[in-house]
């Protein structure tokens, strides 16, 4: 069974385009670059014998996180995504829900982790007793945002499963999930402002 009728009367509208490949390569650049990137820092430190802190074991657990994201893009193309959500199937539409759930952690606990690196470098290179004050409380918030996000994100419906049981959706409580990101969104930039700004003479 699929879902409801497309639109229709809609000019150049294909019913039968396929983004897999433009997601398949995208998502593999997405594993790729920061890869190299976050490699490349951890030689640098080798080679300059300046030695690992918390920051270069904070950035290499986001990258192991982060690699959850496209792995899930990349399972999901032989199941439907890329394709149009009208022709496919209920089951297929419930199971790219289940997958949107787990992404939506790992995205959270990715960010986290990017962010708590950032503060782990300002605090090895600003040795300034008042900024780690500072630090401290930073680290407090963002720690504070994503258990908040993350406990948000489990029981954003109530059954849980019910986010991605479409049947039970009608009978579950679930929170606003465009108003959910607006919010997150909001804050997140928020929060890395404040980050990036927070060191500025």
Sequence with gaps: MANEAPPTGEPGFNLQADQGDRIRASNIAF???PTVFVVLRLVSRKISRAGYW????LIVLALLLSYVLPILNLISIPRGFGRHIWILPLDA???FLQTLWVFELFFGLTICFNKLSILAFYRRIFPIAQLRIVLLIMTAVVLCFTVTFVMIVIFQCVPIHAFWDV???VHARCVNVNLLFLVAGGVNCALDALIVFM???
């Design 31 to 33: 594993i790729i670059i």
């Design 54 to 57: 918390w920051d270069d074991l």
């Design 93 to 95: 539409t419930s199971m």
């Design 167 to 169: 049947e039970d959706r």
């Design 199 to 201: 060191v500025q003479p």
